[in-house]
């Protein structure tokens, strides 16, 4: 009985408190990013990170909402993939925005595919094998393409944010894998993993979380290398304001130099004149 209440008690907080935790940080940290892109709306990053983790926190709610009343299903798995598709095709923007990579033409491609998950649902009378096993199929590859461009800032630009980014969504692309195969094609992921097929527990939210603390520390790593160059530039202006104050003060005291060596000389020839 104790061994069966340990485990209903720890998957009972993998599966629901840890989300609640996910839900409360997301509404916080989203809003904050939004609030800072909003007074300055140059910084893209900061508004589609708070974008991000407002979309992570929607679809979170899965895992934290027990009951839903049967008319509001439909309208509930719609923001479902709505949030889901939201988080990839953002999530890609962010890595592309990242290693100033001009989106173009392909960032209305991928907000098309977007839509299309939760449209695509509502087209086809809340058909989630379609969609489920297609079109969520099609956010895998731009999980990998983020992946690889978070990757590659890593190499180019080494910092501990960046490789915290790089892993987590190394382990994001591993668990956004194991849960299509789990949701979409349960056989083959028991043939792989009998274990993981066996304890059906989704693991994609808990790299996410991961995923977003790299984005967080991305920024604020941003923000604290953006502090110090303000710093010192403070620093220098304040050394060529000192300069040029002190070259000022040797100038006037020439000057007046120069004044009295006048007034010295103007004082002799008057002097002389008079002799």
């Known amino acids: ?16 408190t840890m989300s609640q935790f996910t839900v409360l940080a997301c509404l916080v940290v989203g809003t904050l990013s939004g609030w800072i892109w909003w007074r300055r709306r140059e910084e893209t990053l900061y508004g589609l990170f708070g974008a991000v983790s407002l979309l992570w926190g ?14 509001w299903w439909h309208l ?44 695509g649902y509502l ?5 989630e094998m379609v969609i489920g096993r297609f079109w969520a199929a099609g956010l895998l590859p731009m999980g990998a393409a983020v992946l690889v461009l978070t990757t590659r800032a890593a190499v180019q630009r080494p910092s501990a944010a960046l490789v915290v980014l790089a892993t987590g969504m190394g382990l994001g692309v591993l668990a956004g894998l194991h849960d299509y195969l789990l949701a979409a094609a349960p056989s083959v992921l028991q043939s792989v993993a009998p274990g993981a097929a066996a304890a059906r527990i989704f693991l994609l939210h808990y790299a996410a979380d991961l995923l977003l603390v790299g984005m967080g520390a991305v920024l604020a790593a941003r923000l604290v290398n953006s502090l110090h160059g303000i710093e010192q530039l403070n620093r220098t202006l304040e050394s060529r304001v000192a300069e040029t104050e002190r070259r000022l003060e040797v100038n006037y005291q020439r000057m007046l130099q120069l004044e009295r060596q006048h007034a ?10 008079r002799a």
Do not use: H, S
């Open 264 to 273: 010295l000389d103007e004082e002799l020839a008057g002097g002389t004149e």
């Open 76 to 119: 509930w798995r719609t923001l479902y993939f709505a949030a889901t598709g939201g988080f990839v095709v953002l999530m890609l923007l962010f890595a592309m925005e990242l290693c100033a990579i001009r989106a173009g033409r392909l960032k209305w491609l991928l907000l098309g595919y977007w839509a299309l998950g939760p449209l």
């Open 58 to 71: 929607m679809r979170t709610l899965t895992f934290v909402v027990e009951a839903l009343p049967a008319p």
């Open 1 to 16: 009985t104790y061994q069966l209440l340990g485990a209903y008690e720890r998957r009972l907080f993998m599966t629901r």
């Open 123 to 127: 087209a086809t009378g809340g058909n």
